[in-house]
């Protein structure tokens, strides 16, 4: 598939190549994001709803914890607990593994963000009377894992019961490793490639636009979440007994189209040029459309200077 820009500047470029760039997938458990559902899972996985109150709850996202804790420090994963505002994938970068032949979880990051969890209200009998959907501040584990078929993904699970997760990937990274799989060279600076063959590229990138994308997908998650994450607060025979199976649904899809340019001179002039050529179209008045939301201060009360001016 070809566009005007790519065609005018045809000359200037000795390929290209379309690929998916960020990937996020909503992991959730199906039947334990409905009161009723998630009522039946804790039968099948206790024997009975007795005690099935906040502190059991409570206890389980402990369990996690303590048991994801204990295995990181024999093994000597890193184990961060996060600040709010640290980013994430900065920190998690400083312990990429230098072995290139590594696969696995190298580093665990924990972080506060708000998730689903449950709330059991009884009754002065004790009997159950509501169960109660809440998305409290709760923590998450983010697993950075190296994996086979798709290099550097990230997996983030809730500490709580019913565990939402996301599972981060990149079309890039997929791509990388798939040509280091194959023996092909190439250069790649954060989340581009610099030097590679663009019909080569264009070859392994295809295969992440093709009906068998959703089996691949499905594949990575499949390989890391019950045996790596999910099993520090559900065994396998937990798991399997009570039917903790996740579904998947596609949360963020990002698409790139890359120019892979003869000269970076050349790319340099003509990036300069399309910036000077829209620039007399951007006034401030249109800049505050595009970046700017006027919202009365409902929580945040008193005269505060502005945090950013145009």
């Known amino acids: 598939m070809t566009d005007e820009l790519s ?10 190549y379309d690929s998916p760039d960020r990937i996020v997938l909503n992991a959730y458990f199906r039947r334990g994001h409905i009161a009723g559902g998630f009522r039946n899972w804790w039968r099948e996985l206790k024997g009975s709803d007795d005690k099935l109150d906040d502190a059991h709850l409570m206890r389980l996202a402990g369990r996690f914890s303590r048991r994801l804790r204990a295995y990181a420090k024999k093994v000597g994963i890193p184990v961060i607990d996060c600040k709010p505002g640290e980013r994430k994938a900065e920190i998690a970068k400083k312990h ?41 501040f709760v ?10 078929e798709w290099g550097h993904i990230t997996i983030r699970m809730s500490g709580h019961p019913p565990f939402a997760t996301q599972v981060i990937l990149n079309g890039h990274e997929y791509i990388a490793a798939q040509a280091t799989k194959a023996g092909i060279s190439y250069q790649k600076e954060g989340n581009c490639f610099t030097q590679a ?7 392994i990138a295809e295969t992440l636009s093709s009906p068998e994308a959703v089996g691949r997908l499905r594949q990575v998650c499949e390989r890391w979440l019950y045996s790596s994450c999910l ?38 002039q003509l990036f300069e040029a399309l ?3 829209t620039r007399t179209r951007v006034d401030v008045k249109r800049l505050k459309t595009i ?14 200077a502005p945090r950013l001016e145009v």
């Open 96 to 136: 990429l593994p230098q072995d290139p032949d590594f696969t696995g979880v190298f580093a665990v990051l924990v972080g506060r963000v708000k998730a689903p969890a449950w709330h059991v209200q009884r009754n002065k009998k004790g009997h159950i009377t509501h169960i109660v959907r809440k998305y409290p």
């Open 231 to 268: 099993c520090f607060v559900l065994s396998l025979e937990e798991q399997e007994r009570t039917g903790f199976r996740y579904d998947y649904s596609i949360y963020q899809l990002e698409y790139s189209r890359n120019l892979l340019f003869k000269r970076g001179m050349q790319m340099e």
């Open 7 to 16: 065609q005018a500047y045809a000359e200037y470029l000795e390929g290209t």
């Open 275 to 277: 910036i000077d050529r």
């Open 197 to 203: 063959g663009g019909a080569t590229l264009t070859q």
């Open 139 to 148: 923590n998450h584990y983010y697993f950075h894992i190296i994996d086979p």
């Open 291 to 304: 970046f700017g939301a006027k919202r009365r201060p409902f929580r945040h009360q008193g005269n505060k």
